[in-house]
């Protein structure tokens, strides 16, 4: 039981790998706080799940990128947990096309939900994590975020800058014992990949040095470890988990 004892807020865990890791963080003891814009049914469900084998947490819904809705929902949290020990920032979305077709609304959808998003969770939920003098802050980062992808400058752009916001508060954060990473999957199997075309996939694929693409629970697997006691000299660091596709 590695996460006994503590509280975990994790977005967009309806679905995929933010299920996975409520799922695994549940099974290690931490009460769990599922989150998500869409799909309360389904994360009620995982509620009912994690309830039944034992564990503990609530269902709190709402979207990332609205601060007015971010902090009244921490507020709630506090009041029914108690406390915060780990935020995962995971909720995020797509938009894709090539430059010269994609929108403005496109580009500024995305990096409202995947940064603007993070920030807002962040800033709320660090507040109480300070005062506490602990706290672990994970952040999906993506793959695209270090290499480009073509068809996803938005997306790979709110990817990427992820990666200096967790470095900046990582840096801001440490001394009051709150560590921040971020993971940069690469090709993990849900419904997000799922809704990429087949050569794209195909392409992807053959570049995978693994041979194969990740499930969702192996996405969780490190989340655990950076949540986890175990990982408490860590911070300000992007890992990734990729099979290879990027060195
Ligand atoms: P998914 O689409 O299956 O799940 C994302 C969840 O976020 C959904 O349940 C959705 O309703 C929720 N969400 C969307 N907008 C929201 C908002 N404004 N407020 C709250 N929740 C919101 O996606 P998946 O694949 O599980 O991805 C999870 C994270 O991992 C995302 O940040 C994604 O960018 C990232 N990622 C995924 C990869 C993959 O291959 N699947 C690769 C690299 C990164």
Not at 16 to 26: C, D, L, N, Q, T
């Amino acid at each position: 039981m590695r996460l006994s004892g503590k509280v975990a807020l994790v977005t967009g865990s309806a679905r995929g790998i933010g299920k996975a890791i409520v799922e695994r963080f549940a099974a290690e003891g931490s009460a769990v706080v599922i989150s998500d814009v869409a799909n309360e049914a389904a994360a009620r469900e995982t509620l009912a799940a994690v309830e039944a084998a034992g564990g503990k947490g609530m269902v709190e819904m709402f979207d990332v990128s609205d601060a007015a809705r971010v902090d009244a929902a921490v507020k709630n949290i506090l009041a029914a947990q108690g406390r915060i020990d780990i935020l995962v920032n995971n909720a995020g979305i797509t938009r894709d096309g090539l430059l010269m077709r994609l929108a403005e609304e496109d580009f500024d959808a995305v990096l409202k939900v995947n940064l603007k998003g993070t920030f807002l969770l962040t800033k709320a939920v660090s507040r109480h994590m300070i005062k506490q003098r602990s706290g672990r802050i994970i952040n999906m980062s993506s793959v695209v975020g270090m290499m480009g992808n073509a068809g996803q400058s938005n997306y790979s752009a709110a990817k990427a800058g992820i990666v200096g916001f967790t470095k900046s508060t990582a840096r801001e954060l440490a001394s009051r014992g709150v560590t921040v990473n971020a993971i940069a999957p690469g090709f993990i199997k849900t419904a997000m990949t799922d809704g990429l075309p087949e050569a794209v996939q195909k392409s992807f694929l053959e570049q995978i040095p693994l041979g194969r693409f990740a499930m969702p629970e192996e996405v969780a697997e490190l989340a655990l470890f950076l949540a986890s006691e175990g990982a408490g000299y860590v911070t300000g660091q992007v890992i990734g988990i990729n099979g290879g596709l990027y060195m």
